[in-house]
Every structure is written in C-alpha cells, then in structure tokens.
C-alpha cells in the first residue's frame, strides 16, 4: 500500500485484477486515469464516469464531472 501516496483517504483492496480492468477502458479514461492525482480504481473512474455521461449527454463534459469529483477527495484529504 506504500505506491498510495501521502493520502489519509480510506484504502480497500480489490478483489479484481486492477490491470486487466485498466486495459479493458475506454483509451479516454486510461488516458485520465494516468494523470489522476488519486489511486483511482478503474471499476470506480468507469461508474463515476457513466453516471456524469448520462446526466450531461457529453463525454468532455462528463471527464469535467470527474476532475471535479476528484477535486473534492481532494479537498477532503487535506481537511483529515
């Protein structure tokens, strides 16, 4: 768990295989997911995703909703 950072979120371990999951997604949310200041599980950026595309009907809007979103864990951490 020492690859997680200095974050004071709360870790889980998956029961999935994280790599196979990464490979499986969009080139999009891989591209995201390398960039993310958090340790995003794949499963969790897919259904964060999904749920922001099918409110805003647009993908770009959709990757805005989730930079948001990780904004916010952000700001939790920093509060803990």
Known sequence: MK?????????????????????????LLRDWLNGAALPWRPKSVVRAYNRFLRQTNDAGMALKKLEELQQQKLSIDQKI
């Not at 999935?16 to 969009?26: Q, Y």
């Open 3 to 27: 690859n997680l950072g200095e974050t004071k979120l709360k870790k889980r371990r998956s029961k999935s295989d994280s790599m196979k999951d990464f490979d499986k997604l969009p080139k």
